[in-house]
């Protein structure tokens, strides 16, 4: 398959379980080193120009990448740290208050639910401000004022110019976000297309529910 | 970005302390084995007890260091760092050298009951905290860049020991015989040469173990 | 002619060739070497463990040069050396120490004498089992070829510290030396079976090579249920 991005556009990327969508996000991240084919962000190369494409991207992924001993303030205060930005109570606590967690801010991650771990997450892709936000299923594991979270953050991301690339199943929330779509199946892509006419191919693929 | 990786580093220990305590626990309970397996003659556990001390602190740090990855990989943290990007040598230098502190923080817990136990005499304490520290910091290298690999790996509990203790026979000669040295007096002049042979391992694992990391975690 | 088929054929003449100076070495260390003359038909030995210890180390050796080339330079078929090299290279340490200890038996009456370079041997033999034991814990190829890369140069790099720091530990007993050999009676045998173990060690590598590559194709091919929906 081949695809083309250009800066500000969103991206939705669709298709049953292991169909390849967290390997394609997590390729685009650098998490994953591709075994063939090639990929660039902003002219960066996903394989040479790892570090560089990992300075404008940000992934939301099906881990948390939170320390479990660690409250939710001091996870978000160790990637501050690493980014060069203020680690300060200041700095942070309006994060976790975007996402609903500030009255958690000083509890352990480990007494935290996954939908709660999630929140964290998404704080924490708000902390790296990237000009490439890759969102994995942000809707799941999270409850319906969560997915208002993931809705405002994915706003927040195409109002600032950023790329967004999202996979999910809610089809209808996430072609709100979206200009275009892509539909895997069996690591191939199976539909390419405007992100509107998605529920059509999904239907036709099997995936709509009836 | 080194202090950031300390700071983290840190942060971690301190949550874990309950942890490190119970690995001093461990050590403490194979050193009373030791004695059983070699006593009760008192001359004999005298003579016998560097080499037990350095046991213990052998097979704690399996316990030590396989810990030391558990959080980063529960919720795979240290990839979240590294995407971030957070430059693998920083991030093994911190848990590097985190390892080596708690492990010299457990030898030193664990020399007391050596004392004890064994009736063993410390006529040179400094001598002997120089070369827990040594010791400690040839154990943390390849120990670190080993435990991370292993953590990913199946069988994780066999592979660290199997992995990490042939390569760490130099430490242990060395230290066993700087430690005996230290205890009973060095008539000639043989410690320095130990001292010298644990920077030697020192001097070549550290900078190879940071440049090999970054392949160890890359996926 | 295949690659396959020429990997195949290339380990076969290896393996032909080093059985038949092995038989020929022998012959020549058991019936045509003279009878030394203070420690008797036990030093015959000699005539396979010098050998042996000549080609483990060259085997390790081997195996840090497949491994720094994968990491350097990358390529599948490093890999593959690389799990062949590590197999027969503990295989031939496994031997030196049986044989070492054979020795040790009737000269000191020990089995093990901590002589520094039979104790290295072993040391070597239980850090690169543990390098094929990490190799069958992990799943994903490229993941495990590139840990396995990494614990040999580890390992191999403590070769020498391992050797001197046993040889001071150990430097009370006096140093045992191999036996002088001298005559052309003596060296004739060795220099055969050197080379024979070596084309042997050279065949195994190949052909485990091979048989590692075939088992990676099949591993890195999609499995039958794709390509039948792709075609």
Known sequence: ??????????????????????????????????????????????????????????????????????????NLQVAARFLGRGAGRGDLLPLLEEVGLADRA???????????????????????????VLLDEPYGTLDPPGFVFVDRLAEAVRRRGATLVMATHLLERGTAHCDQALLLAEGRLAWGGRAADLPRAARAEGLQEC | MLSAALRKEALLQW?????????????????????????????????????????????????ALSESFDGEQEQRALEGLLLLPAPAAVLFYGKALANLLQLAALGSGLLPMAVVLYDMPLPRPWT?????????????????????????????????PLLLFPLVVPVLVACVKATSLSVTGDPMGQLRSWTLLLVCFNAVYWPLCGLLFDRVVES | ??????????????????????????????????????MGDVQRIMYVHVPTAWNAMLCLTAAFVFAVAYLWKGGWRWDCRLEGALEVGVLLSGLLCVQGSIW????????????PRLTTTAVMFFAFLGIIALRSFVDDPAQRATWAAVATIVAYVDVPIVYFSVRWWNSLHQMQSSPATVSPAFYLPLRTNAFGMLFVMAGFITLRARLARRRLAAQLAPPPALTRAAS
């Open chain 2, 15 to 63: 949550r874990g302390l309950a942890r490190t305590l119970a690995v001093l626990a461990f050590g403490g309970t194979a050193l009373l084995l030791f004695s059983f397996a070699g006593g009760p003659d008192s001359g004999a556990l005298r003579e016998q007890a560097p080499g037990y001390l350095w046991l213990a602190l052998l097979l704690s740090s399996t316990l």
């Open chain 3, 104 to 115: 040790a038996r009737p000269t000191w009456g020990v089995w093990w004498d901590w002589d």
């Open chain 1, 106 to 132: 000083d509890d352990v991650v480990s007494t935290f639910s996954a939908g709660m771990r999630k929140r964290l997450a998404l704080a924490r892709v708000l902390l790296q401000d990237a000009r490439l």
């Open chain 2, 128 to 160: 002997l905290l120089g070369i827990l520290v040594l010791g400690s910091a040839g154990l943390a290298a390849p120990g670190t860049l080993y435990a991370a690999l292993s953590a990913r790996a199946r069988a994780r509990q066999t592979l660290l």
């Open chain 3, 1 to 38: 002619m295949t690659r396959e088929e020429k990997s195949g054929r290339l380990g076969g003449a290896f393996l032909l060739i080093g059985v038949l100076l092995l038989l020929f070495g022998s012959y020549l260390g058991l019936a045509v070497a003279p009878r030394e003359r203070f």
């Open chain 1, 1 to 74: 398959m081949s695809l083309r991005l250009a800066p500000g556009e969103a991206l939705l990327v669709a298709g049953r379980n292991g169909s390849g969508k967290s390997t394609l996000l997590r390729v685009l991240a650098t998490a994953l080193r591709p075994d063939r084919g090639t990929g660039a962000a902003f002219g960066f190369d996903l394989v040479r120009e790892r570090d560089a494409v990992r300075r404008h991207s940000a992934l939301l992924g099906h881990q948390a990448f939170t320390y479990e001993t660690l409250t939710a303030l001091e």
